[in-house]
């Protein structure tokens, strides 16, 4: 019986094997595509069919219909849902249409920005089930971790490596205002 939902298998390797085996560059983190935690150790490696399969079967091995995705991301919330207006990483500039609250580790939508993409922010918040509190716990805990380097090098390594390399990046832009204003 083969080991993928799809029944791909080639050289005993899986749909989901292959796939995570070519979808990033060899030195670049495992991360979800969508709440940027790690695979392999925080969650299996799964892939999402961002059109789900039941609902579009041709686009079942389109590359741009696949994504990596964390089991909570991908099947506890998401699962075969699908919403036209739902953010897609590859197209959409997330990181900077989302704001991150250091208090609670929750993702807000940008308020700058028209009602109709912070409806669709929102929508892809609820998909995937971005703010959920043990995300929202993680997120708080990488921002006080990274908040004790001063070093810019530090804060590199630790946005190559990830997870939550966007909080790397607000942490880096919080040291260089209050280098700037002191």
């Not at 940027?36 to 999402?48: A, C, H, M, N």
């Not at 959920?132 to 997120?139: I, K, T, Y």
Request: a neutral charge; one cysteine or more.
């Amino acid at each position: 019986m083969p080991s993928d939902p799809l029944g791909w298998e080639r050289d005993k390797r899986t749909l989901r094997d292959w796939f995570h085996a070519g979808v990033r560059a060899p030195e670049e983190p495992s991360l979800c595509a969508y709440c940027d935690g790690l695979l392999g150790t925080q969650s299996p490696l799964t892939i999402d069919h961002f059109l789900p399969i039941s609902a579009f079967p041709l686009a079942a091995l389109d590359w741009h219909n696949l994504f990596p995705a964390c089991v909570e991301c991908n099947s506890t919330h998401k699962r075969a849902r699908y919403y036209r207006e739902a953010l897609r990483p590859d197209r959409d500039p997330v990181e900077q249409w989302v704001e991150f609250d250091a208090e609670d580790g929750r993702l807000r939508p940008d308020p700058r920005l028209d009602e109709r993409t912070r409806a669709r922010i929102r929508l892809s918040f609820m998909l995937f089930g971005l703010n959920r509190p043990r995300l929202r716990l993680a997120r708080r805990r990488r921002w006080a971790e990274l908040r004790k380097h001063a070093d810019a090098d530090d804060l590199q390594l630790d946005r190559r490596e990830g997870p939550y390399r966007f909080i790397a990046d607000l942490v880096a832009i919080v040291i260089v205002s209050e280098t700037l204003s002191t």
